[in-house]
């Protein structure tokens, strides 16, 4: 390597739950097993413990506050962690931390990296200036190819400062052979669904932008040609905080008359047991998602996968046409078009056996080739390579052994 064990810094809000805070989680991992050290400045959360496992660092610091003045006093104290680290690179993954790292890395001379993780809007000048600090770094990296044209099309960033990782699948964790019976039955008895009947699944906290509206719509027009009759659509996700969305969520649900046939059981922690126990994933987003890690989980897992046309989701679901025997993976739908989706779900809930084992063995050939975890990491250690001269990507020792 160029220097003796590079120390990478990572910074985020928290490590609660999201693409942004598993990836953080899964790079450390990555760091680690090339023989670097890696620093995780955070406020903490359920994916902590995972960072200390993993063989890094955990550094408790008020990275989730957006308070102008707080901003710059975490700069000073990012710069003297920076220099009694002796860190050698800082990757922001969220816009508030993002201004404390830029401004310490740049004062401690050293490289800093962003990764843009979201769909940020941008309502006015002053939004977007916030923003702008996710594409301020050495080198951007956009999860999509989405992302990336958002980020070029917003800053004008130059596309030789842009490197494109798409998020990765652990497809030994999210493979069939490693999901026992027990782990899906334990949910399907926690969310109290019939041994017969098949679950819908609609992992995404509860914020409307996701979607749920649109689920509860596109479900109750299943109801007159009794498809609905045995099946439960599960809304995995926390709320955040947001009682009355779920409030209303609930109530919409009863209005439509299918509200035995919904439910809301908060964070699932085990998302392979989830896909594994559902019929059809759906990811109903009515705004872009700038990546969509259900997409791919759910094909690892060979489950069928419905997802909204815009953003990235059309980047890892290869569309089905008229026949579920052609080269698709999934359905892609119009947002916020309840009728379209229900023409979905209605295909999907109708798949024979060996139809659904076709398309899901399609669905895990896809992410095997383009969206694994290993990748993620070899393409991410590449980009702290080329700043720092290291070798980390050739270093490293890691890869799923199973397609």
Known sequence: MGRARPTILQIIPSLDTGGAELST???????????????VATEGGRLAGRIEKAGGELIEFPAATKNPL????????????????????????SRAPAWS?????????????????????????????YNSVMARSDLVIANSNYTANLIESRYGTARDKIRIIHRGVDIDQFSTAAIDRMRIDNLRRAWQVEPDWHIILHAARLTAWKGQKVLLDAASRLTSSGKLDSVVLVFAGDDQGRLDYKKELVERASSLGIEDHVRFPGHVADMAGALSAAHVAVIASVEPEAFGRTATEAQALGCPVIA?????????????????????????????????????????????EPERQALGARARANVAAHFTLSAMKQATLAVYDELLGSSFASLARYGEKSA
């Open 101 to 129: 790292a830029l401004l310490a890395a740049r004062r401690a001379r050293i490289p800093f990296v962003t990764t843009y993780h979201g769909a940020y809007a941008e309502a006015d000048s002053l939004k977007r200036l």
């Open 25 to 39: 989680v899964e790079i450390a991992e990555a760091i680690v097993e090339a023989g670097g050290r890696a620093l």
């Open 70 to 93: 707080r901003i710059l006093a975490n700069a000073q104290s990012l710069k003297r962690l920076i220099e009694k680290e002796k860190v050698s690179l800082v990757h922001a993954r």
């Open 308 to 352: 909204t046309n815009i953003g990235a989701p059309p980047e890892t679901v290869v569309p089905l046409r008229d026949s579920v025997n052609g080269e698709g993976t999934g359905w892609l739908v119009p947002p916020g078009d309840p009728q379209a989706l229900a023409e979905c779900l209605n295909r999907a809930l109708s798949l024979s």
